[in-house]
């Protein structure tokens, strides 16, 4: 637990002050290069060999450098901030191309912003009835389709099913609308008086 602690706070003091652990460092490869080319001079050879073997024992700098910085650091958030630099320097070296992917960009996210919302007003919202786990939807079907309750039928249920605190009924019709420019065929819903008690609503008019 406190080993990660400390690595995790030694990576980002890392990724904060960066210039100075490149110092360090190349402090430090200066003085193992010091140290195996004083190494090479004791065992006979002359200083251009020894520091050119001393140099090739010890490997490359700048690989040695750049392994250095992806364990040290958060090499995956660097590179993202490298793509991001790089990303508005080529958008402020072609503006016509920067404003077409913007607004690209904003279209997409708007029409899926407008999809999720009506997904999730339609399928994934939960319903604002009062009770909602409670309620019962009672229907019957003739040959497949649905077949609408008659006022008798409604009765008997109303007085038979005990087991309910209340029913609230409702069907639907289609009528003619005119006088109001073009007629147009409308759907409606009828619902008995007690239908908004039961689902735990409240007409807007």
Do not use: C
Request: aromatic share 10%; proline share 4%; hydrophobic share 45%.
């Amino acid at each position: 637990m406190f080993a990660w602690i400390k690595e995790l706070a030694s990576r980002t003091g890392n990724w904060i002050s960066p210039r100075q652990i490149d110092v360090d460092f190349q402090r430090e490869l200066d003085s193992h290069l010091e140290f195996l080319t004083s190494e090479n001079l004791r065992r006979g050879m002359t200083p251009e060999k020894a520091q050119r073997e001393a140099r090739i024992r010890l490997g490359g700098f700048t690989q040695l450098k750049e392994t250095n910085r992806d364990l040290r650091g958060w090499p995956m958030l660097e590179t993202f901030l490298q793509d991001v630099r790089f990303t508005f320097r080529v958008l402020r070296k072609s503006p016509a191309f920067a404003v077409v992917a913007v607004l690209t960009l904003a279209l997409g996210i708007g029409a899926n912003t407008a999809v999720f919302s009506l997904v999730r007003g339609v399928l994934l919202r939960p319903l604002v009835n009062r009770d909602e786990n409670r309620l019962i939807y009672i229907r019957q079907s003739f040959n497949g389709a649905d077949a609408p309750f008659s006022m008798p039928e409604i009765q008997d249920l109303r007085t038979s099913a005990k087991s309910f605190t209340g029913f609230g009924d409702f069907s639907t019709i289609r009528f003619t609308v005119v006088g109001l420019g073009e007629p147009r065929v409308v759907l409606s819903g009828v619902v008995s008086g007690s239908y908004f008690d039961v689902m735990g609503l409240h007409p807007v008019l």
